[in-house]
Structures are given as structure tokens and as C-alpha cells.
């Protein structure tokens, strides 16, 4: 089959319903997605002033000054998107945290680094993202261009990709990184999946915290991992993409035809020479194959005074469960 060698006719849409770019070639084709995540875009910041520090954001400050900045370099960072880059991908899937202490200068930074990406991008926020209740328009406000129609969940649309974003990122108390995706977001979440797979879309669902149990410790977890769950169970998905826990791991929630994998993926600008927590990127190649998908993941990692590294091409083959045509009821 053959492989879509530029950008050209990727059309990116917001309503769930948006059949524009159907029947167009890149349909017919493969498409590459970038997925990376937690950039923590390294930057030596100015101190926050007096106003924004008095709050969580203290200690977040604290927390770089005397060991994030070591820990999240630029350099490697730029190692990471050149990379990206030279791979020519269609789209970039990036599952948040693109700041430290989410400050309006921060999120200024963030929005001029978006600007520079070397392919289209869709975002979602992370905890770090929404350290604190923020004003909207001068913080994760203006990465507005790099996501779909809101409210969360949104719906961008690749060729026969639908990038479904969800929000998992809220302020918490002090010492605490917890996620929740909350009973609203998982009606709405049921319903963008049901009308997505009704249209035969591949469908690949972006949030920040690890929806699988287990994956992080009390304060770092998502606290409702059940309301995620449940919309999988019930209308599946062919992907889900996370990151949050810096570390690269392959897991599954179970799909109403089978297991739906789960990717997480490392810091995206990680000093380490572990592999599975060193700076990474998955490459996913998606192509349309017997009515459903065939999902081909590599990961790229690039862990510290050694040659970039390259895992083997794991294969997912998705194929479309039945879908029931009753009205959805609200997850409770």
C-alpha cells in the first residue's frame, strides 16, 4: 500500500460529524503519527513573581531550580524533534505537561514552540499545565489553535484518524499530581467514540495520566480511571496515548472485541540512560487494512551518551466491534 510521502491534503477538522476530507486519498493511505509527551520545555526562566508564587507553584519553582532543569535539557529536546523532523510524519500527538509551573510566560513559550513544530500538532494540557486555577486566555488558552471544538473531549480529524483529546488535568493541593477525567467528559467521551466508530474511523484517544491502574502511585494517578474504562469497554478504540509517568510502557484496557492497546511514553526531553525513561518519541503508523486498522508502533529513544535507539515494529490489527445504534446513556 502506498505511503504518504508529504503533508499535502491532511485535512484536520473539530465536529465529530465533519465528513469533509472523506473520501480523499489520504484515506486510502498510511498515516505516521509522532507521539511524544512531557516536554517540560527547558527553559531558564525568570522566577515567578511574589502573586504567583504564593501557592503551589512555590514549591514547583523550588522543584526546578534544584533538580528538574538537570533533569529536562534542551539539547536533548532538539535531539528529539530533529529527529521527528527527518521522519516526515503527518501529525504530531502531544499528551501535555509542555511547561513546569503552567505561568502565562510559560504558556507564551510554549505557544512560540508550537509555532516551530515540524508538522501539524494536536495537544492536550497536563497537571503541570494546570498547576493552579489559571485565567484561561493567558495560559493553556492559546495552544487553542492545536486542538479541536471544545469543551473536552475533542475531535481532530486525519485522513481516517480521529485524535480524541481528553482533559485529565486539574488543579490539585500541595504534593499531590493527580488526574480526573470526571462523569461529564465521560458521557461526552461514550458518545464521540460510538459516532467515530459508526463512521469507521481509527479511532486514538489522547489523555495525560495513565488510565491504567497500577501505573503511577496514589498522588500521581488518575483518580477515576473508571469512568475511562467504561467508555473503552463499552464503544472501544483502536489506541490510547499517555504519558505523565516518564516512563515508555505498552499496556491494554479491554474493548468490547478485544484488548484496546494503551501507549505510554517517556519525557520527550529526558536526561537518562535508562531506555524506558530516556527522551523518546513512538512513531504509529496507521493503514487502513480488511474493514478495520492496522496499527504499527515504533519507539525512538535516546538515552544519554549513547546512539539513538530503535525498539522492533509491534503490530496491533484492530478490527471494528459491533455497534449498537441505541441511545448512549450517561456513565455513572
Known sequence: MERIATRAGITLSGPVTDRSDAGKDTSLNTITIAHLSDPHLPTEMSPPRLREELNKRLFSHLSWKRHRRFQHRPEILARVMADIDSAHVNIIALTGDLTNMGLPG????????????????????????????????????????????????????????????????????WFRATGRMGARQAARLTEILHETGRQGLCRIVMIHHAPVQGFAIARKALKDPHHFARCIAREGAEMVLHGHIHTSTLSSLPGPGGSV????????????????????????????????????????????????????????????????????????
Request: proline share 12%.
Open 106 to 173: 510559560e504558556c507564551r513559550h510554549a505557544l512560540r514552540w508550537l509555532e516551530q513544530l515540524p508538522a501539524p500538532c494536536t495537544v492536550i494540557p497536563g497537571n503541570h499545565d494546570t498547576l493552579v486555577h489559571d485565567n484561561w486566555h493567558q495560559t493553556i488558552g492559546l495552544w487553542q489553535p492545536w486542538m479541536g471544538a471544545l469543551p473536552f473531549p475533542f475531535v481532530r480529524r486525519v485522513g481516517p484518524v480521529a485524535l480524541i483529546g481528553v482533559s485529565s488535568a486539574v488543579p490539585t493541593p
Open 261 to 332: 492497546p494503551v501507549i505510554g511514553v517517556s519525557s520527550a526531553s529526558a536526561r537518562s540512560r535508562d531506555p524506558l525513561r530516556a527522551a523518546a518519541w513512538n512513531r504509529i503508523a496507521v493503514t487502513p487494512c480488511d474493514g478495520g486498522y492496522m496499527l504499527g508502533v515504533t519507539r525512538r529513544f535516546f538515552p544519554t551518551g549513547c546512539a539513538v535507539g530503535t525498539t522492533q515494529e509491534t503490530i496491533f490489527c484492530m478490527s471494528p466491534p459491533p455497534y449498537r445504534f441505541s441511545d448512549i446513556s450517561t456513565p455513572r
